[in-house]
């Protein structure tokens, strides 16, 4: 077929010379190269080198790519609203913390639970010699007995426990002290004991007792039934019950990611649910096998239900980091990398007439593939060109 020529001119007034030949089919291709005023300018490509600085999109400029002049092209219509800067990372799906249950009792390991179980504050952890060792909650190790008359913070937090099971009186505990381990402490604590089936002492031994901060999920068990207990001996290893999604993020992106941004978390069968980035990392590591330092970046779901049961799960999730109103967007294809190390944007007109309209960029949303843009003539609903489909 005949090659068709038409013009093409800038809002400066320079003209382009554009050649097209037969219909467009449909398919990716890349940009073509305009020759603007005898000054060639290079239309950037699909895949082609218009993105932010990074993995997040931050809005540095963009590097040219190389196209030929004879790529087909469609059109694309520049829309107002609201532009999300996002980036889609590779994550895993499971629970937050990790914790080692070690054993403080004497005897043998009669009882002990099992992987995906979950124990929670007054509960059995496991049980040495038929007498079961129980779950409270408290960051202060169980490292001496306690009995009445002491004090100190490992007190407090067997106060704390006691009035949450419903053994001990909250006014009656305030009224002697929380720290301090008086009358009502020792008969809380011996209601709780009739309740576990064990001697009613009003005292709390080592080993009697495992301080975790929170309920624990069961992962692997260490210890077997039958084996000896001794002081110090690990029984299994567990996690949290909150659910979490962990990203190794390269430590480079650090600065573009805070806590409180929000998320969209892609699982395994392709639901997605939001979350909210609830910690970032400061220490960077290196994985074994990797040369690139990472931190870790927790994301909290936002409908724990939602995300199901699977542990360490692979997942996907698209981060939001900055977002504006009321903006300009075109495609990221849709940008034009000018001479002089600007951008413009070619817009359609009436007739297959073709202006350019130098702009300015703001937000990039990585994951639709869309920029903010501005500049002077340029307003939603006009049509400008990209690479065909």
Known sequence: ??????????????????????PRPRGRGRRRVLVAGGVLAVLVGVGGAVAGTGVLGASSHPAAGVVDNSDPTGLATVTR???????????????????????????????LPSAGQVIRRGQALYWVSNAPVVLLYG???????????????????LNENLVALGYADKADIAALGWDYFGWETAYALELYQKHLGVDQTGTLAVGQAVFLPAAVRVTSVTAQAGSTAAPGSPVFQGTATTRQVTVALD???????????RVTITLPDNQTTP???????????TPSGSTTPVITVGITPTDPAATGSLDQAPVEVSITTATVSNVLTVPVDALIVTTSGGYAVEVAGPGGTRRLVPVSLGLFDDAAGTVQVSGTGLAAGQEVVVPAL
């Open 251 to 261: 430590a480079a992106e650090q600065a573009y990611v805070k806590a409180g941004d």
């Open 1 to 22: 077929m005949r090659a068709k020529s038409f013009s093409a001119v800038t809002d400066s007034g320079d003209s382009v010379q554009e050649l097209a030949s037969g």
């Open 81 to 111: 609203g609201t532009l999300s800067s996002q980036v889609q990372v590779n994550a895993t799906l499971g629970y937050s913390g990790g914790y080692s249950v070690l054993n403080q009792a004497s005897g043998t390991f009669t009882s």
């Open 139 to 157: 960051t202060v190790p169980a490292y001496r007995s306690l009995s009445e008359g002491m004090s100190g913070p490992d007190v407090r937090q």
């Open 275 to 285: 979350g909210v980035v609830s910690s970032v990392g400061t220490v960077a590591t």
